[in-house]
């Protein structure tokens, strides 16, 4: 390659590498999201701006076609932020109480974006030797919040709760089924993985993934309040040990996604140990109320079990991703994986297996996903997380004493977290059968969500349609959820008169 | 809960939610970037900032425990901040030349940055709009420049090469093992995974998590330059398909990461079209050369794998984690997973699942990993990656042209990409053997690392333990390189005087 045309290149990447213009657009970048967070608070914009796919899609193409020459590199950004800004979601807005994503506490994402900006990763301690030890201060301090034993559990964090999920039950799966790491899933006698019903798709893709096969996981039966039923998870547990299935784990929720209901954990607990079968809990969202005086027996007996996963992205408000494996007995932290790598991890130095993170997660390059919690909690302390758990949990339970003093809505459970699904109930003169009821309340939000007014989901309960919502924005006050009741009679109004 | 210890909950939240301390705090954080970018590329501070692994958790352990009132946030922040970048790895030094994270464009930074304080996430389209847009249209264009056929292929971003190499590795063993995905991966016939020999440590983790077991991956050998022999592949083949031993697919490397060595992937792909089995390409780290009209030639033949990943956080340089799966006929897309989730796939609009990102990859949550890569591309065009894989790789050039030209150097290979493998050798009066070399090496590197120096790592190539440099940085010049030689002489020097 001529020297001309490398020096030209040189030139190109000093220029993009220069810290003042890195400078000036990262002051444009804040000063612009500081106002962007002020006009939502004020409820000044959509929640979600919504747009056909197709033309997201044209509009991205098109970014990525036009090149600008360095001049107006600071028009460039801001038209590109203003972009990003004007077709992206509103999670900030206190009326979004969608998806169990929250609106983040604004300063997490500067924690973030250091370890963005910097690209702090780990692997390895040498790699990212803060990255490492800020995820390792907060894995022994949340599992000492919960009630881990200090010195006596191992963690790790990883790129999600499905990741956790997934990086638990591989470990499960290696002390289970003796070999199978090394010789792979071979029995004749095939093994199953025990499911709370409602369990999020990510523990039968779990099964799927590990090779036991997504038909191997058994459903155990719920409650009245959907969760796993104590009895039937240890009728279920003798006949298997009758025909000498061998059982992978046990995977409770805490809780699970569909209406945010707890499982008993003692209860499993206790039937779990009585079968000797590793008990994994799935407290990806419910994780965090050990951070609430008021709401941390939800997840009582959690410590019992053999791992389990807590997604501080979820209910401790950070942004994505930043989700923790705990395993109650650190004895089990290399279980995951068996293997060398001499070119990481250095012969010569011994004893760093338990700071070289890529030991224990599937991924090796990993980001420094913790900073943003680190953050939150060394600049506002534990606090603020109680804080954020009893706002959201109480503004939950206020929906919920207006959807039953509404006789056109109907909660469809008491809510035992900030979870809550409910329905509209068209007057009687429209006679809408049971089958309309469930469209009505799918057109309702599709409306609602388009129209930006409010982002809620739908799911489905037992064969019924439903609104669902979450509050996970800790603004979301009582006029919210009394604009969302006349949105959605007017919104049904406008359906049913067409 | 009393009203008022929720109403002075609220309050906190609302101090913490404020946008005017988000942007005066966001100020002070993109100020000390801008400084501290500054500083590295003046060579000013230390590349690696050493300490050691119980030092570091207590400072991180501290930082959790103090809490301050809001009066001092700003101080707080700044503290912080300043911890964090003092005890951080500095990979904007031009003198970091060591594992495959590169000094990332700092412009990247601040998009990501953007995606991180709004929390843009995906799964469904609903959720991230743009992030989702802007994903597929760097799918779509990456895929284009590569050299698939618009229109015919697939795509996905997930966070790390592990992982995509997992998720492709997956969808091959779907289809090549039918019915694995719902009843396991159960064959009197064990099943294997064939792969170039030195394969990233994670191809083999793969086999274990599929359930196939580490023992069933087959190494292929490898010719003088360390690439995987196609004749040698064929024979493999050819002695399994005998055997009757299902293969789930071939895996070659584009490139190794030991040596930096591409596999002959036109070679390879003949062999595995001649015996019908799944060609996978782990180019986490070559992929990037498809924007180079002098080196795409080293991924030629990579457009006839069935799948292969390509990692924008190594060589588009990117911050972590933006990993590419490319599937080159799309309809595999959706053989990784097969399920529902009600809640989340709305049943009521159907063809959504294409735009549905959670559909095809292991996170249901996913961060707006794309967000950096959009930004840098959009922002200075496709030019600037052509760039920085010329310049980085003509810098490794001239490393190893020096390495030659120096009696006490030996390069270990001549370079094929930005990887150089190479050890010192010390003047003969010192009477060392070759295990004793490998030692000093060794120590060598530890020194430097620790010292701040340089930061540059090891490795062990075919039982000689040797240093190993991987040129991330487009800053990293001439005279770095100079200086890298006489800082490795003076240490041997030192440590041979001890």
Redesign the interface.
């Known amino acids: 390659?001529p020297t001309d045309?490398?020096n030209t290149?040189?030139q190109?990447?000093?220029a993009?590498?220069s810290?003042?213009?890195?400078?000036s657009?990262?002051?444009s970048?804040?000063?612009r999201?500081?106002?962007?967070?002020?006009e939502l608070?004020q409820r000044g914009q959509s929640v979600?701006?919504?747009?056909l796919?197709e033309e997201?899609?044209s509009?991205?193409?098109e970014?990525?076609q036009?090149?600008?020459t360095s001049d107006d590199?600071l028009n460039?950004?801001q038209d590109?932020?203003e972009?990003?800004?004007e077709?992206?979601?509103?999670?900030?807005h206190p009326r979004y109480i969608?998806?169990q994503?929250?609106?983040?506490?604004?300063?997490a994402?500067?924690?973030?974006?250091?370890g963005?900006?910097?690209?702090?990763?780990m692997?390895i301690?040498?790699?990212?030797?803060?990255?490492?030890?800020?995820e390792?201060?907060?894995i022994?301090?949340w599992g000492e919040v919960i009630g881990l034993a200090p010195g006596t559990f191992a963690g790790l964090v990883t790129?999600?709760?499905?990741?956790a999920n997934?990086t638990a039950l591989?470990t499960a799966r290696n002390i289970s089924l003796k070999?199978?790491?090394?010789?792979?899933?071979?029995?004749a006698n095939?093994?199953v993985l025990v499911a709370n019903a409602d369990s999020?798709?990510?523990v039968?893709?779990s099964?799927?993934?590990?090779?036991?096969?997504?038909?191997?996981v058994i459903k155990v039966r719920l409650d009245h309040r959907r969760r796993m039923d104590a009895t039937a998870l240890d009728e279920t547990l003798t006949q298997l040990r009758k025909r000498n299935t061998p059982i992978v784990a046990v995977s409770a929720s805490a809780c699970a996604?569909?209406i945010g209901a707890f499982d008993p954990l003692q209860e499993i607990a206790d039937v779990c140990e009585r079968h000797g079968v590793w008990m994994h809990v799935d407290a990806a969202h419910g994780g965090a109320v050990s951070m609430s005086k008021?709401h941390a027996h939800l997840i009582d007996g959690i410590t019992r079990a053999d791992s389990f996963i807590c997604d501080a992205?979820k209910t401790l408000f950070v942004?994505?991703?930043c989700a923790f494996v705990f395993y109650r007995d650190k004895q089990h932290r290399f279980e995951t994986?068996?293997?060398?790598?001499?070119?990481?991890f250095?012969p010569?130095a011994p004893g760093?297996a338990d700071?070289d993170g890529g030991m224990m997660t599937?991924?090796?390059?990993?980001?420094a996903a913790t900073?943003?919690l680190?953050?939150?909690?060394?600049?506002?302390?534990?606090?603020?997380f109680?804080?954020?758990i009893?706002?959201t949990f109480?503004t939950t339970q206020l929906l919920y004493q207006k959807l039953r003093a509404e006789k056109d809505f109907e909660p469809l459970h008491e809510p035992e977290c900030n979870i809550q699904v409910f329905r509209y109930l068209p007057d009687e003169k429209y006679g809408l059968d049971s089958k309309a009821i469930c469209e009505l309340n799918?057109q309702i939000r599709?409306t609602l969500?388009e129209s930006g007014e409010f982002?809620l989901?739908?799911?489905?309960l037992d064969g019924i349609g439903t609104l669902?919502t979450t509050v996970m924005n800790?603004?979301t006050n009582e006029e919210d959820l009394d604009q969302l009741f006349s949105s959605i009679r007017r919104t049904a109004e406008e359906i049913l008169s067409q």
């Not at 810290?19 to 400078?23: I, K, L, T």
Request: aromatic share 8%; with cysteine; hydrophobic share 40%.
């Open positions: 390659m045309s490398l290149a040189r190109r990447i000093q993009a590498y810290p003042e213009v890195f400078q657009l990262g002051e970048l804040i000063s999201l500081g106002v962007h967070l002020g608070q979600l701006n919504w747009n796919p997201n899609l509009v991205a193409r970014c990525l036009r090149s600008k590199l460039r950004f590109l932020i972009t990003a800004i077709r992206g979601h509103n999670l900030h969608g998806h994503v929250p609106a983040s506490v604004p300063l994402g500067l924690f973030d974006a250091l963005s900006i910097t690209n702090q990763v692997a301690y040498e790699m990212g030797p803060w990255a490492t030890s800020v390792k201060a907060l022994e301090r790129h999600g709760g499905s990741l997934l591989l070999n199978s790491w090394t010789q792979g899933v071979q029995n095939l093994p999020h798709y990510c039968t893709r099964a799927g993934i590990l090779g036991l096969g997504t038909e191997q996604t569909l008021k992205h942004p994505a991703l994986f068996q293997q060398d790598a001499p070119y990481l250095d010569s760093m700071v599937i991924e090796c390059t990993k980001r900073y943003g680190w953050g939150v909690w060394s600049m506002l302390g534990q606090q603020i109680e804080d954020l009893d706002v109480a799918r599709r969500m982002y989901v739908q799911t489905n669902r800790p603004l």
